[in-house]
């Protein structure tokens, strides 16, 4: 009797032996799976793509490669894309958004339906209160429009604006260097001129459609804050570019090679230049609005992420995000890096050229085959470029845009 106890005691003792690591070792691998399956149980594949996008195209924010993003997606499904009107390339910028600067938007004619707006203009949140009248936007957006932005650190924003708009901003123009500018700001900046400085002083600010040159009183700030907050249902930071696409892919209930891109309208580091620790505080309180814009939002953008993804599956999803990037440029790219414009060989893919900034493309391998080539191409394709192929092929009864520079 005791025999028989002390056996079953010890057939337990090893049972649980052997059970418990296996118990724990499933217990971690559903967690993991669990993780992965969220996806396909919840929000994300949940319902149809998100089709009706507005995009506000910052300045120098990564904002070309998210236009780049939307115009694949939009010619890819036959959307139709908000377009600048006539022969120009932007909707109005740097005056504040109106509906007639969209081409086919007639003032009292049918409403033509557009998809996405994605272009450079100035939105109009009007400042004395969101509903006391309807944003131009929304004259020519659906409702059921996704509104986002990305933003960025606004020292290296404003050093890349320096750069770019050198020759274009007379606060710039006359500045030594950037450091210097931000050494005596007034010496160089005409408030007057507002519209001609954008770049110069709190340019994410300006491009939301409020007063770069406010001051920044907290009751003030915090109620644009909310505005933007209140409209633009998504963030993206341009710092986190790949964590931003994993979570605008997710809210969008895209494909991962949806949100795939290279990286457009970057400059040469020989054009790059670093600002003294020095310059760099006083980019920050020179341009107070910005800094106060983007550590706000900032923290909401993490705060999204880790809400809906989680660190693991945060890891993950950018892992596979740049696993495909490498695939598509070995596939894709001469060198797999991008190039000067002196080296770009095929006129339609060099991108426009501004300031002192030399902007970078990219070749294309040789022997793609044509559906292969398709695919890179538009992958490539600088912003003008793709603008005018897009207002072609929907406006083929209207001229042609003209792309200045690929005329010489
Ligand atoms: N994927 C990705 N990740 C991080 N940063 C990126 C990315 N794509 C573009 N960029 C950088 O964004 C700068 C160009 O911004 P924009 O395209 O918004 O400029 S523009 O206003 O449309 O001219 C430009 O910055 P600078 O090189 O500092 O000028 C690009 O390098």
Redesign the pocket.
Known sequence: MLLSLRGSMQRCFWTLLILTPLLLLLVGLLHVDMEMLTPLLGGQTEGLPITNIMFL?????????VLNILYRFAEMHNLSVALPAGSRFHLGYPWLFLARYVEGVEQDGPQRHFNIMCN?LRFNLPEVGLGACPLQVQKVMPNDTLYFSILRNPI?QL??SF??YRLNAPAFRDAPSLDAFLAAPHTYYNQSLSLKNACARNHMWFDLGFDPNAPVEESYVRARLAEVEQRFQLVLI?EH?DESMVLLRRRLRWRLDDVV?F?????SERT?TRLTPEGQERAKRWCALDWRLYQHFNRTFWAAVRAELGPRRLRSEVARLRARRRELAALCLQDGAPKNKTQITDLRLQPFQSGQ?DILGYNLRQGLDNETLRMCQRMVMP?LQYMAHLYTLQFPEKPAKIIPFLKA
């Open positions: 195209k910052t300045h120098k924010t990564a904002s070309s490669t450079h290296f050093e890349s750069t770019y341009a570019f891109s990286k457009v309208n970057s400059r790059v900034a912003e």
